[in-house]
Nanobody
């Protein structure tokens, strides 16, 4: 069974850090694009970051550049999102998603598998 399972969300104060993990039980894990999306209440889902599990190349949303880092461990089939200097506007449900191609895209419709999401709340 191919599936994605996220963990690591929670409540954090502004300026704090969190690490989200996505365990991706997928065939050919090392030939995928795996992305992190987020969706805040009343807003559209947006792509936060993506990693090409084959090459390790990464993409980031402009507003998180320099604060978020995505990494993968092909042996453990995991993709982590390290988030620092968190802001209240980072509050959202965060989802990991995977597609059959190893090329990243910010178009959520091009992803074939989705996790259930994990809540991140940044508040004092």
């Amino acid at each position: 069974q191919q599936e994605l399972v996220e963990s690591g969300g929670g409540l954090v104060q502004p300026g704090g850090s969190l690490r989200l993990s996505c365990v991706a039980s997928l065939y050919n894990f090392d030939y995928r694009a795996i992305a992190w999306f987020r969706q805040a209440p009343g807003k559209e889902r947006e792509a936060v970051s993506c990693i090409n599990t084959r090459s390790g190349s990464t993409n980031y949303l402009d507003s998180v550049k320099g604060r978020f880092t995505v990494s993968r461990d092909n042996a453990k089939l995991t993709v982590d999102l390290h988030m620092s200097s968190l802001k209240p506007e980072d509050t959202a449900i965060y989802f990991c998603a995977a597609r059959f191609s190893h090329f990243c895209t910010s178009d959520s419709a091009r992803y074939d598998y989705w996790g259930q999401g994990t809540q991140v709340t940044v508040s004092s």
